[in-house]
């Protein structure tokens, strides 16, 4: 069965960095967009970066750009996103997403597979 497993999380301090991972499995992931999504407490998912099947084409919410960076490794099924300069607003359980499609979206009604979340805190 389809299996999305985010891992990287943590505490860090304002204007740290940390990476995500995810690991998919079931399905044809060199195919398929991806997405990375955040909920924070008492706020709805919220859409962070996406990108392509190919990995040629991405895209960041604004808040994120020139921070974060999404990727993947289509050979080892793993999707990234790289979080430099932390915020305390980026406080959230990040999750990430699949959607079986070639091209991304930012809606999360778009994405059929979801991960189980990763929880990422940054202190101010």
């Known amino acids: 069965q389809v299996q999305l497993v985010e891992s990287g999380g943590g505490l860090v301090q304002a204007g740290g960095s940390l990476r995500l991972s995810c690991a998919a499995s079931?399905?044809?992931?060199?195919?398929?967009?991806m997405g990375w999504f955040r909920q924070a407490p008492g706020k709805e998912r919220e859409f962070v970066a996406a990108i392509s099947w190919s990995g040629l084409s991405t895209y960041n919410t604004d808040s994120v750009k020139g921070r974060f960076t999404v990727s993947r490794d289509n050979a080892k099924s793993t999707l990234y996103l790289q979080m430099n300069s932390l915020r305390p607003e980026d406080t959230a359980v990040y999750y990430c997403?699949?959607?079986?499609?070639?091209?991304?979206?930012?809606?999360?009604?778009?994405?059929?597979?979801w991960g189980q979340g990763t929880q990422v805190t940054i202190s101010s």
């Open positions: 079931g399905f044809p992931f060199s195919t398929n967009a």
């Open positions: 997403a699949a959607r079986t499609k070639a091209r991304f979206d930012t809606t999360p009604n778009a994405y059929e597979y």
